[in-house]
């Protein structure tokens, strides 16, 4: 199974918010699940995006 990750600019656009309120809701504790890469890369899986937006696409 491939994962699709996007990067947080690419995830903005997909949920019609700004890179500013990805980046506070990750230092506020991550209502939008995201994965880390390394020390620094922050990337978000399109699915976990999707779910977010409506979770009812989990069932």
């Known amino acids: 199974m491939q994962t699709q990750l996007?990067?947080?600019k690419e995830?903005?656009?997909i949920l019609g918010v700004?890179?500013?309120f990805l980046e506070r809701d990750r230092w506020a504790?991550?209502?939008?699940?995201?994965?880390?890469?390394?020390?620094?890369?922050v990337r978000y899986r399109y699915s976990d995006l999707l779910?977010?937006?409506?979770p009812k696409f989990l069932s």
Do not use: E, H, N, W
């Open 18 to 20: 700004s890179v500013a």
């Open 51 to 54: 779910a977010y937006i409506d």
């Open 29 to 41: 504790g991550a209502r939008v699940p995201f994965i880390k890469i390394g020390s620094r890369a």
């Open 6 to 8: 996007l990067t947080t």
């Open 11 to 13: 995830a903005a656009q």
